[in-house]
């Protein structure tokens, strides 16, 4: 899913302007576009764009959606930042004082936390920041510009590092996304941004288009930022139904499933025997880490949670589908929890994220959390053979049951894990599982 900001810098309005907009925006197949400055404050009704549907904000801070799409939640936490929740995702766009470092720094303390509440939700914050990130961003002729403060430069390092965020565009040519000739010399500047979730840049493409800014297509003066997530929006109801389709009991089972519909627990397999991975885990792991106590989170029908306590381990298990028979345990501190192909099936990195924190609340501090995921190379073999649709940054392996799946690899493991308080442990054992992912991980001691 395509998602474009652009300072537009007040020039919707404008015949020409929006219609070079609206050709780029068809060129590129671009689904949500968020603006800074779009349209004049002054102006109370939005300019129409064709194609999409103004889905909130106003002259300062905008976002539009694709019309074949359901609008967004859409929020204007402060004057300057806008909070827009697709999907899994949540995005902040920004449009920073133009005038003051002071006040930028004010903003970005203020926006450090409000991505502190959002508890590890995945981010995109976008924009333009008006400043310069590092002195090489920002040149007045040859020289360094004076016009970013390290003050309001360490405030931004300390929202990266708080928010676990990349700067996507760093490296990129061209490097400058605004430019401008000031008393004579040129001022040039990387300051439209594209800050993004670590865990999701290896699934995540952004791109700078400084076309916009110059020819006759132009529309804006400062460059766009293309950012293709791994996003499968929901459609709209059209506007000329009764009622909805999700409404009617007799849609059926090849009904496309809704958010609400995923069903993660009909991939659990009825195992006569435990798993390999459980046997691996008891073989290698509980001797070398002194494991007395084990949890299986995500146990399904207990097969492995059978195979522990044979083993000697005190052990339990938890599912969250209800007809498994293994309700939430009032225990917590267990030596060692183990997720047995559980991220792979949740269908995005934020369900993700809070299966692994729900995960690390029953270890002790000092235990472990073993994490066992089916490998990107055999769920895109499994795709391929079986045909099965695109869906966020995996695939439907069932529309009809409702059923995801996605490989993931143990680098993307550890930097999920992270976001749960986790850590890749040293010194353990590697596990004997062909063909499948594993980490080990340890949760520090308080």
Known sequence: MLLASVNLNKRLGTSGARANLGAWLREHGVKVMVAQEPFKPADRTPPVLGGFTFAGGDGRLAAWISEDLAPPTVATPAPWVQRIELEWLVVYQVHLDAYAGASRAAQLTELTALTTAEKGHPLVICGDFNLARRPEDGLFGEETSTFT????RRVLEQLMQDADLVDTTADQVPTFTFERVFNGKPSRFRCDLVLLSSHLTQTTTVTVDAAVRSGPSAFTDHSALLIDLPLTLQAGEPDDVLFSLSELTSAGPAATPTRRGYQP?????????????????TAHLTG???IRSVLDHGCGRGADVAHYRSAGLEAEGFDPHEDFGWPRPERTKFDLVTSMFVLNVLPDPWQRIQALKDAASFARPGGHVVVVTRSPEEITKAAADGDWSVHHDGFWSSQAKGTFQRGIAPSEISVLARQAGLQPAQGVPVLPLPGVCHVVLHKPAA
């Not at 403060?149 to 309001?152: F, R, S, W």
């Not at 627990?265 to 009825?270: G, P, R």
Request: hydrophobic share 35%; no cysteine; glycine share 4%.
């Open 288 to 290: 070398p880490l002194g």
């Open 265 to 281: 627990h009909k991939t659990a397999m009825s195992r006569q025997a435990p798993s390999p991975a459980s046997r691996a885990v």
């Open 149 to 152: 403060t390290d003050a309001e």
